[in-house]
């Protein structure tokens, strides 16, 4: 079946060690989107990338990184910087070209910082 | 700059009552709009959308109309059931771009 999936679906951390969340799509989809979801602030664009080997800085970048290698996958990376980490973090993908607003998401990976 | 308004939860409904999720905005231009629904322990589902003034969009049985004089797009429902109990997110989606920007989402909770 073609989707969007996660891992790991649950993450603990010690503060200062980074983290990397994966994400893969078989959706053969342009575009994919990381998104911070906190209890009463909805979800918050941190990465995005139209193409692979792009991507821009959403509305809070700071603290983490991504990479899009290739058109399948676009890993997340939870920095020691990162001052609040603890969230659940939603991977989406898109054509992209058509503009058309849906995103398919994944299940989703909760990251609790210890 | 672009915003998206919803009204907060939790909304307790019982079965077969009459559902109202309000929702407005703020965007430049003629935004596209969107509701999105998360049912527990998953990621978010596109339930509808509108794309120009006056559009409706519909499924499930649930219907939203993109109102510009109002800057609305309220979802509503005529006869929820148990399984509708969810967070929904109103979303704008502004410009040639799939960024969309979400609302706070709404907690749904339908009793029997």
């Known amino acids: 079946d073609g989707g969007i999936t996660q891992s790991p679906k649950y993450l603990f951390r010690k503060e200062g060690q980074n983290v990397t969340l994966s994400c893969e799509q078989n959706l053969n989809h342009d575009a994919m989107y990381w998104y911070r979801q906190d209890p009463g602030q909805g979800l918050r664009l941190i990465y995005y990338?139209?193409?692979?080997?792009?991507?821009q800085k959403g509305d809070i970048a700071e603290g983490y990184s991504v990479s899009r290698e290739k058109k399948e996958s676009f890993p997340l990376t939870v920095t020691s910087a990162q001052k609040n980490p603890t969230a659940f973090y939603l991977c989406a993908s898109s054509t992209g070209q058509e503009y058309t607003g849906e995103l398919f998401f994944g299940e989703g990976s909760r990251l609790t910082v210890l | 700059g672009n915003s998206v308004t919803q009204m907060e939860g939790p909304v307790t409904l019982s079965e077969e009552a009459f559902l109202t999720i309000n929702c407005t905005y703020t965007?430049?231009?003629?935004?596209?709009l969107f509701w999105y629904v998360q049912y527990p322990g998953e990621g978010l589902q596109l339930l509808l959308k509108?794309?120009?003034?006056?559009d409706k969009g519909s499924n499930k049985g649930f219907e939203a109309t993109y109102r510009k004089e109002t800057t609305s797009f309220h979802l509503e429902k005529g006869s929820v059931q148990v399984s509708d109990s969810a967070v929904y997110f109103c979303a704008l989606r502004s410009g040639a771009t799939n960024k969309l920007i979400f609302g706070t989402g709404t907690l749904l909770a339908v009793q029997p």
């Open positions: 990338s139209q193409i692979v080997n792009d991507f």
């Open positions: 965007a430049t231009g003629y935004p596209s």
């Open positions: 509108a794309t120009k003034a006056d």
